[in-house]
């Protein structure tokens, strides 16, 4: 027990905590009240002034602010900062269309970091190891998060970005990383290839840092085995700075919010009414340290549920569980984010209907993505050849929305189930997550 970035405010008491959030919050309030017209009038529509909010009890006065939000303020609509005091933009897995962009200064590059360096501490890390990131490098924050996280550390940071498995095989074992930084699957598919390979016993990983999509308590035990390790979950979101706005610590039991950073709110997300802590609801994040890209009572879509209960590691920061759902639409496929309606335009683009069905699947620890869709009476009567060039041609559309490979299959007319009510569009059958 005890290997921490930041004790005094890790383990701060609740009163602590507290203060810090009243006059962080009272600030920031007013700061994006001043600087920021798109907050302004959101807070004048609902009548409220920056003085009506004097300490996180009045939280709940505030608009929520949502993605639709960030999309109508695209891309400088938010920033409480002048552009030039910013040196960093990172962005979300998802797409053109649902785009979001964030904005960092230098503090909030460094406060950022530091969630993950306090993530990379937790899991026992010190100046001796060696981290080997292989979370995505460029606009996706999994990379240069943890890559960062890793410097504040000390550690000998490897920063290897995703895929090419033979190369990283080959790093881990040849300069003998300690901890892996990856998304689930990969890490999972790691373990795999690892012992295709026969080089079990040559890697030297002690901790795995997975995150950036949902997993199960069986794949955390597989991994674990597997690679002969201890998978610690980490959670972030770029709206909010990226990865290490939660991270788990040796007890493995939740994920524990830096609240000196961010305070957690848990709501219904049908009526947006504040939960009491143990009940299950939409997780909604206000930073109160972010000077560029504040969002205030930020509505993550995270359905999950918080927990107080002491620590025996000593945070004493409240624990988030495991997300266990979403309460949009929104998929998380290959580790992008996927929303249901962007397939539907491509379809509705290359003159298809709207009459689709999305089945998501894994094999072998990798996400497949399989989009069924049915001809239009004009396709029907052209022949079989038409109908292979029109699915690689929605194949290469759905490429580029999404970015990622999706298998499509025109199907009959009428052979997708209707439903009385709404329709089924997505099959997920890869059940990561747990019924609340
Ligand atoms: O996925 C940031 C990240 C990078 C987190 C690396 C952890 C590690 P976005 O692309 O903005 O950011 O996607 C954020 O991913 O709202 C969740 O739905 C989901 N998500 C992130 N971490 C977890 C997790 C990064 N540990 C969205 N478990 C979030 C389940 C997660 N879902």
């Known amino acids: 027990m005890g290997n921490y970035y930041q004790k005094e405010l890790e383990c701060a008491s609740r009163e602590t905590i507290v203060a810090i959030q009243n006059e962080k919050l009272v600030k920031t309030v ?28 009045d939280l709940h006065k505030l608009p929520f602010i949502t993605k639709d939000d960030l999309r109508d303020a695209y891309p400088y609509g938010l920033m409480a900062e002048p552009l030039e005091n910013c040196v960093r933009i990172q962005s979300t897995s998802g797409t053109t269309g649902r785009r979001v962009v964030a904005f960092y200064t230098q503090n909030d590059i460094d406060m950022w970091e530091e969630c993950c360096a306090r993530a990379i501490m937790a899991t026992g890390g010190t100046k001796k190891d060696v981290v080997q990131v292989c979370y995505g490098y460029g606009l996706f924050t999994g990379g240069p998060g943890l890559n960062g996280g890793s410097h504040k550390v000390g550690c000998l940071t490897l920063p290897m970005s995703s895929g090419n498995t033979d190369r990283q095989i080959q790093f881990m074992v040849d300069l003998e990383a300690t901890i892996l930084c990856c ?33 199960t308590e069986e794949m955390r035990q597989d991994i674990e085995k597997r690679l002969g390790i201890k998978a610690y979950d980490i959670y972030g979101l770029t709206e909010i700075s990226g990865p290490g706005v939660s991270f788990e610590c040796e007890e493995q ?80 496929v290959k580790g992008v984010n996927v929303f249901p309606s962007q397939i539907e335009q491509v379809l509705l683009q290359q003159g298809l209907t709207s009459n689709y069905q999305i089945i ?73 997550y747990k019924k609340a």
Request: proline content about 4%; some cysteine.
């Open 30 to 57: 007013k700061k994006v009240y001043e600087n920021v017209e798109y907050y302004r009038n959101k807070m004048d529509a609902v009548g409220v002034k920056p003085e009506d909010i004097k300490s996180i009890d």
């Open 183 to 215: 998304t689930p699957s990969y890490a999972a598919y790691l373990a795999e290839s690892i012992e295709e390979r026969g080089v079990r016993d040559q890697i030297k990983l002690k901790a795995g840092i997975f995150g950036a999509e949902a997993w």
């Open 360 to 432: 998501v699947d894994r094999e072998k620890y990798s996400d497949t993505i399989e989009v069924l869709v049915e001809m239009t009476p004009e396709l029907f009567s052209d022949s079989v050849t038409d109908l292979s060039a029109k699915e690689k041609e929605v194949v290469a559309g759905l490429k580029s929305m999404l970015g990622i490979y999706a298998k499509v299959r025109i199907v009959e007319p009428k052979s997708i189930v209707r439903s009385e009510g709404k329709a089924v569009r997505v099959i997920d059958r890869r059940n990561l």
């Open 253 to 332: 039991a939740g994920m524990h919010i830096n609240e000196d950073h961010f305070i957690a709110e848990i709501i219904d997300p049908k009526t947006g009414e504040v939960l009491p802590d143990g009940e299950v609801g939409e997780l909604v994040f206000t930073s109160i340290d972010k000077e560029a890209f504040p969002l205030l009572r930020y509505r993550t879509k995270d359905i999950c549920v918080l927990s107080r209960k002491p620590c025996s590691c000593g945070r004493t920061h409240v624990r988030m569980s495991k997300p266990m759902g979403r309460s949009d639409d929104m998929l998380i």
